[in-house]
């Protein structure tokens, strides 16, 4: 028999669509993922420490610990979760079917909560010092106190890199946004605000090939020059990455609308995509906000948007 709700994905989005279903009595099917996108079972808050934006937490909370809450919270509610990764789909016809590696699902509606993985540059280093003094979100750990006061580098070219630059500004004493090229693609407003920005340096020409530092965290990349090949050492205290995400979406071709960056397309101020009774939260179909708090937000918006329409059907 079909299910009447099947969540792909384990991340706020997926786990807030989870609390609000199950308390819905729809039951909902959580298939939370086995590594999917490289990411562990409750998203890319297992790849961070410490959460300080989330509400109700004024002592922040380490990541992982908060997708375990998340997880119990869902199973206390009646939510049945699978540790396995969804492979493939047809939301051609109801009910809708999906396919693991070891089953065959059928869901009268489906929410997708699929998360992006942040691009990393996979140089010597980064393992070494991910998350003690690397990271992909400036606005999530910018204001740590490891980052406070210190110079910072942001690694990228598009607005988003220039955005992370200026609001690590505001606790660095020092940012150099360092671009493998002679100019950003960034927006001309954006450019001018990184230029302008005295304590922005831009490093053109430039790729960062390792990552250093001592038993506390990093302490400094080597940067090798992309027209001469000379290297050169950086002292630096954190080192972001801009350089993109990539939407978890690869099994959605050809079945949803997705935009030219590969995010699945939602009706504006909904959840809602091409298909009817199929919907999409967190920050599978959000390059903007890309925060946990906005992905449960939508998370919520799916699950009650899902409810509605089952009423209907
Ligand atoms: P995700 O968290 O991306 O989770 C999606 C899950 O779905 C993953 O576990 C994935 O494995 C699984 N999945 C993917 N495909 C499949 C499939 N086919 N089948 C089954 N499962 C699948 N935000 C904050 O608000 N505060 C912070 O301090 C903060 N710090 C961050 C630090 C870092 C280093 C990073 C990378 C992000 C940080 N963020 C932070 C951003 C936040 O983690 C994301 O915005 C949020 O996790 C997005 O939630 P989501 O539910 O959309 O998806």
Same mark, same amino acid.
């Given at each position: 028999m079909a299910h009447k709700v099947v969540i792909i994905?384990?991340?706020?989005a997926g786990h807030t669509a989870a609390i609000y279903a199950a308390r819905a009595n729809l039951n909902p099917v959580m298939y939370e993922g086995f590594m999917a996108g490289g990411v562990a079972a409750g998203g890319q808050l297992t790849t961070t420490t410490e959460v300080e934006n989330f509400p109700g937490f004024p002592e922040g909370i380490d990541g992982t610990k908060l997708t375990q809450l998340f997880r119990e919270q869902s199973v206390k509610y009646g939510t049945t979760i699978h540790t396995q990764t969804i492979t493939k789909v047809d939301f051609s016809k109801r009910p809708f079917v999906l396919w693991s590696d070891d089953e065959r699902i059928e869901a009268e509606s489906v929410i997708i909560a699929t998360g992006a993985t942040a691009k990393r540059m996979h140089i010597p280093g980064e393992e070494t010092f991910w998350q003690r003094g690397i990271s992909a979100c400036a606005v999530c750990d910018g204001a740590l106190p490891i980052f406070r006061g210190k110079e910072l580098a942001v690694i990228g070219g598009g607005d988003s890199a220039v955005e992370e630059a200026n609001h690590l500004a505001k606790f660095a004493s020092k940012v150099y946004l360092i671009h493998r090229r002679d100019t950003l693609r960034a927006s001309q407003i954006m450019q001018k605000r990184a230029m302008e920005h005295p304590k922005i340096e831009i490093l053109w020409n430039q790729n960062v090939i390792e990552a250093k530092g001592e038993q506390q965290g990093l302490t400094s990349i080597v940067l090798e020059n992309?027209?001469?090949?000379?290297?050169?050492?950086?002292?630096?205290?954190?080192?972001?990455?801009?350089i993109g995400h990539v939407p978890n979406t690869e099994i959605f071709k050809g079945q949803l609308d997705l935009d030219e960056? $590969?995010?699945?397309? %939602?009706?504006? $101020?909904?959840?809602? %995509?091409n298909i009817e009774g199929v919907f999409a939260a967190g920050d599978v179909q959000d390059k903007i906000y890309r925060q946990a708090i906005t992905a449960a937000g939508s998370g919520c918006m799916a699950a009650l948007e899902a409810e509605r329409w089952l009423e209907g059907h």
């Open positions: 994905g384990s991340g706020p992309t027209q001469n090949k000379n290297q050169s050492q950086l002292s630096v205290g954190g080192l972001f990455y801009a960056t $590969g995010y699945i397309k %939602t009706v504006p $101020g909904t959840t809602q %995509t």
